[in-house]
């Protein structure tokens, strides 16, 4: 995959404002559970690198590797809580679809408002990131270590 524009690199208010978001999340919704919430959307929507950079945040707030080789198949999995469950769901309602009202209705169970406003924002924005990422062809490390080679 050639790599397109390097869009980080440029002086944007638009990728500022997304820097910003995420620095709010930090402080807003519980990290861990926004790094799955973050792979869970990455691996929907095919992105490479943002499952690498998300994988490795995951790991270093205590994710086991069970749980990550299983979030793509959560909902066949007995070790996910019920909050990370309408979580995940959420997620991928906001991502695939018109989030159906079951599934607001899951998540407004397992959440404060605040908490869903939060999530949905998280969901938002690694969906705004995936797209340029994929967009610009920002590339996987292996991919950047094998045009080296």
């Known amino acids: 995959m050639t790599k397109r524009l390097n869009f980080l690199a440029r002086k944007n208010g638009g990728i500022e404002g997304l820097v910003a978001i995420e620095s709010w999340l930090a402080n807003s919704f519980d990290p ?14 095919g992105c490479a690198h ?8 995951a790991i270093k707030l205590g994710e086991t590797d069970d749980r990550l080789l299983l979030l793509d198949a ?14 995940l769901a959420w997620a991928e309602a906001l991502t695939r679809t018109h989030a159906p009202d079951a599934v607001y209705e ?14 949905s924002i998280g969901v938002a ?12 062809r920002l590339q996987h490390p292996a ?7």
């Open 32 to 45: 861990k559970l926004l790094e799955l919430v973050k792979l869970r959307v990455s691996q929907i929507n």
């Open 143 to 149: 991919d950047r270590i094998r045009a080296v080679a």
């Open 125 to 136: 924005t690694i969906n705004a990131w995936n797209r340029l990422a994929i967009g610009f």
């Open 74 to 87: 959560w909902r066949e999995s007995a070790l996910y809580t019920e909050r990370e469950r309408a979580a």
């Open 106 to 119: 899951e998540a407004r169970k397992a959440f404060s408002e605040d908490e869903l406003v939060a999530l």
């Open 50 to 57: 943002c499952l690498h950079m998300h994988r490795q945040e």
